[in-house]
């Protein structure tokens, strides 16, 4: 069975800087891997997903991810934190071939600091 | 506006109760989804509907009994509920079970067993 592990639960970023959020995850293969946010009192909206091909992703909100295999890890960055962008952050996996059967990590909560 | 509506979205209610939470679609997907998202764990699937039969079923306590009667609609039926329920349930829906569709979810329904 796959798992996930987003080893910060709270990360906190002056306005401007850039953002790195870590995931890792355990699977046999090659999974599909995404990352969403959940603003408050909000569901989760997709930032982006990664299945094949190039392994930098492009997201929404000038979000993007990388997919290293050697590491077993999707992280996500952004170059210039907006004030907005305070939320929280849950990495997910799901195998290749249940692209539907998300299993999520604990989430990082990220506070920006005007 | 995610396109997927859940209601109640708080509600509290006693061990010896019955309610439901709704959910409906309003994308056109064939895939529904039961999450539970509670403070001290990972975002969990409980159930999974594909083009209206359950075709996942997380190990739920039979205290939650979901019903999908057409695959614009989700419910789940809550009866003898236990403190440690307490917790936001989300709603989502995909274009269908298959791998590579985005997976929508609904701002949740808060639930407090008391």
Request: aromatic share 12%; charged share 15%.
């Amino acid at each position: 069975a796959q798992s996930v592990t987003q080893p910060d639960i709270h990360i906190t970023v002056s306005e401007g800087a850039s953002l790195e959020l870590r995931c890792n995850y355990s699977y046999g293969a090659t999974p599909y891997l995404f990352w969403y946010v959940q603003s408050p009192g909000q569901g989760l909206q997709l930032l982006l997903k990664y299945f094949s091909g190039d392994t930098l992703v492009q997201g929404i909100k000038g979000f993007e991810a990388e997919f290293k295999r050697s590491q077993s890890s999707f992280n996500l960055r952004k170059p210039s934190v907006h004030w907005s962008d305070a939320a929280e952050y849950f990495c997910a996996v799901a195998p290749n071939n249940a692209g539907n059967m998300l299993t999520f990590g604990g989430g990082t909560r990220l506070m920006v600091k005007p | 506006e995610t396109g997927v509506t859940q209601t109640p979205r708080h509600l509290v209610m006693g061990m010896t109760n019955k309610k439901s939470l709704k959910c409906e679609q309003h994308l056109g997907h064939n895939a529904m989804y039961w999450y539970k998202q509670s403070a001290k764990k990972p975002l969990e699937l409980m159930f999974v509907y594909n083009f209206k039969e359950q075709t996942e079923n997380n190990s739920v306590p039979s205290r939650f009994s979901p019903e999908c009667p057409n695959s614009s609609h989700l419910f789940l039926h809550l009866h003898t509920l236990q403190p440690e329920d307490s917790a936001l349930y989300l709603c989502a829906s995909s274009q269908d079970g298959g791998a590579g569709n985005t997976i929508y979810f609904g701002e949740g329904s808060w639930l407090t067993v008391v």
